[in-house]
Antibody, heavy 124, light 106 residues
Framework: QITLKESGPTLVKPTQTLTLTCTFS??????????VGWIRQPPGKALEWLLF???????RYNPYLKSRFTITKDTSNNQVVLTMSNMDPVDTATYYC????????????????WGQGTLVTVSS | DIQMTQSPSTLSASVGDRVTITCRAS??????LAWYQQKPGTAPSLLIY???TLESGVPSRFSGSGSGTEFTLTISSLQPDDFATYYC????????FGQGTKLEIK
């Protein structure tokens, strides 16, 4: 059974850097095609895909967002780490870690497993 | 980028009703479309992918159809557990979600 769980700070100040960790089980980055992504949802608003990381360290980013994101993986500890710089109040959202399914169109996919989400508030 | 527009934004219905939610893409996405259900305070849950393939474990009262730019999610007979917000998502070119349809009890 696949599970994912997000962890990190609940409150960050504007201009600070946010670091979120996704700890997962039930799959491994040693398998071809495995991808993990991040999606966020501002309070009361719609979902927004941020980026993917794949088994081969390939990263795919939302091209319509400013490049403030980095994503890395720690295969031995089954973790994915999202870093987001220069945080702004508009970045206040619930951040979800997701397991990606789909074809070899590596920019795209759908999401059949989600973490519980973690609410991050950006405020001074 | 591909924009996804859902209608209606809010839908009021009763238990036992048949309801349909529409999702339109700003350009053709073939059948690269997924539907999710989200209840307050919880993560979305996958219902349908490839426009019409039911995810394992999802009740058969849910169905999806469409291709190109117009898609529908139908619930054949509403159950109390179905009152939630529904999102469509295209995964033809990157990934974008609709703004959501809130299904309320009438």
């Amino acid at each position: 059974q696949i599970t994912l769980k997000e962890s990190g700070p609940t409150l960050v100040k504007p201009t600070q850097t946010l670091t979120l960790t996704c700890t997962f089980s039930g799959f491994s980055f040693s398998s071809y095609g495995v991808g993990v992504g991040w999606i966020r949802q501002p309070p009361g608003k719609a979902l927004e895909w941020l980026l993917f990381i794949y088994w081969d360290d390939d990263n795919r980013y939302n091209p319509y967002l400013k490049s403030r994101f980095t994503i890395t993986k720690d295969t031995s500890n089954n973790q994915v780490v999202l870093t987001m710089s220069n945080m702004d109040p508009v970045d206040t959202a619930t951040y979800y870690c997701v397991y990606r399914r789909g074809s070899t169109n590596w920019n795209s996919g759908y999401f059949d497993y989600w973490g519980q989400g973690t609410l991050v508030t950006v405020s001074s | 980028d591909i924009q996804m527009t859902q209608s209606p934004s809010t839908l009021s219905a009763s238990v036992g009703d048949r309801v349909t939610i529409t999702c339109r893409a700003s350009q053709s996405i073939s059948n690269w479309l997924a539907w999710y259900q989200q209840k307050p305070g919880t993560a979305p849950s996958l219902l349908i992918y490839r426009a019409s393939t039911l995810e394992s474990g999802v009740p058969s009262r849910f169905s999806g159809s469409g291709s190109g730019t117009e898609f529908t999610l139908t619930i054949s007979s509403l159950q109390p557990d179905d009152f939630a917000t529904y999102y469509c998502q295209q995964y033809s070119s990157y990934n974008t979600f609709g703004q959501g349809t809130k299904l309320e009890i009438k």
